[in-house]
């Protein structure tokens, strides 16, 4: 709860084997408003044998999450042979994210795991919507579900140049489209693997792409301030743009067929991080027996095209 803004200086003393969880710590002091221009990292690393090191962690916390499990009077879910590959799969995935680490500078959004939102803040964000919510309450409870709009990205002709952008931001912002969508049903054991929920934001480029997924929420957020934070109207020829290309809503198969891979996406991330909290937690969200098609569990409430 410290605020630490105005630090500019991380030193990690206790290499966490999870590496997504060492560049968090990133987000408690490169916060909104830091004076620093600059952050850094020091890690100190326990062991010159990362595979030793991983390997004997992971297994034995992999081992307490099955014994727990199995304690309850539940069925183990996993086999020996099955829990083994599933092991040894996951040292590999560790031990290589954690030599890239070790040898290079990484950028968090291309880290091959989820990010865990309780580490972040989304606390501005939250005053933003509240205030927005009081100025706006009457038309946004008269606001249909499926609200779009279109606005262009960095490098676009049309783009606002008194929005100062990060080079990295304009990397990283390109064509493409940010949906959010709710999910319908119950999933009470989704709360754990998506903090939002029933909220789920993904970003896809145009090109299929899915830059970020649901739980990068923060990164979509950050996104969506650049994008149409201070517009107050709709820019018309984008719109007239986007009215041509899907002859006025009548042709929407491109943007149907990205949809269909922001849902395929988020049912594959949901899968995995199942599959990761039964390795390494105790209280670990075990997968339905019955895997659903999520693509008629979730409906649309928002999409922010970016030409």
Request: proline share 5%.
């Amino acid at each position: 709860g410290q605020n630490l803004q105005d630090c500019d200086y991380v030193v990690n003393y206790d290499i966490h084997w999870n590496p997504v969880r060492i560049i968090q710590r990133f987000g408690r002091i490169d916060r909104i408003n830091s004076p620093n221009a600059k952050i850094q990292m020091l890690n100190f690393w326990p062991t010159k044998d990362l595979d030793k090191y991983i390997s004997l962690k992971l297994r034995v916390e992999a081992r307490m999450a099955l014994v727990d499990i199995t304690a309850t009077g539940e069925d183990n879910p996993f086999a020996e042979e099955e829990f083994n590959e599933l092991l040894s799969n996951e040292i590999k995935f560790r031990a290589k994210q954690l030599k890239r680490l070790k040898e290079e500078v990484i950028d968090i959004e291309d880290m091959e795991d989820g990010i865990s939102l309780t580490d972040f803040t989304l606390d501005d964000f939250r005053v933003d919507l509240l205030n927005y919510i009081k100025a706006n309450e009457k038309e946004l409870r008269e606001a249909p579900l499926g609200l779009y709009t279109v606005v262009p990205s960095p490098d676009h002709e049309l783009w606002d140049h008194s929005v100062k952008v990060s080079q990295e931001h304009r990397e990283i912002i390109r064509p493409g489209v940010i949906f959010c969508l709710r999910h319908n049903e119950s999933g009470r054991e989704y709360e754990k693997l998506n903090p939002l929920h029933p909220y789920f934001m993904i970003y896809i480029r145009t090109d299929g792409t899915v830059r970020f997924r649901f739980f990068n929420a923060k990164q979509i957020l950050d996104m969506y301030r650049i994008l149409a934070s201070g517009r107050r109207s709709p820019i018309e020829s984008l719109c007239d743009q986007f009215d041509q290309e899907t002859k006025s809503g009548e042709d929407m198969r491109a943007y149907n067929e990205l949809i269909q891979k922001a849902l395929k996406s988020i049912k594959a991330s949901l899968a995995k991080k199942k599959q990761d909290q039964l390795q390494t937690h105790g209280d670990a969200v075990l997968p339905p027996l019955k895997q659903h098609d999520p693509g008629g569990e979730f409906e649309l409430i928002t999409w922010l095209i970016i030409k």
